[in-house]
């Protein structure tokens, strides 16, 4: 059973890391996009850093639910930042 939660959360980090996610400006000038992007970037890892387990190939079963909030709390700071910065998610 914890081979199946493993693998289950596993899959679904590396299935949405390989999406691609794209931002727009709201006035449509994408210019400083990249500049932007790496500063919010920066930032959600200050202010939510993510959670690297003790051991770096599995999460220990205590650890699973502290990394995934931790990657959660980190995608909504970003997301914030560039919302912040006039960009919209599409």
């Given amino acids: 059973m914890y081979f199946f939660k493993v693998f289950f959360i596993a899959s679904f980090i590396f299935l949405t890391s390989c999406s691609s996610t794209s931002y727009n400006h709201y006035s449509g000038n994408n210019s400083y996009l990249n500049v932007d992007s790496s500063n919010c970037s920066t930032e959600a890892n200050v202010h939510a850093p993510t959670y690297i387990c003790r ?22 700071y970003y997301k914030m930042c560039m919302q912040s910065k006039g960009y919209q998610k599409y």
């Fill in 55 to 76: 051991n770096p190939l599995m999460c220990a079963p205590d650890e699973f639910q502290i990394a995934t909030q931790a990657l959660i709390r980190n995608a909504n």
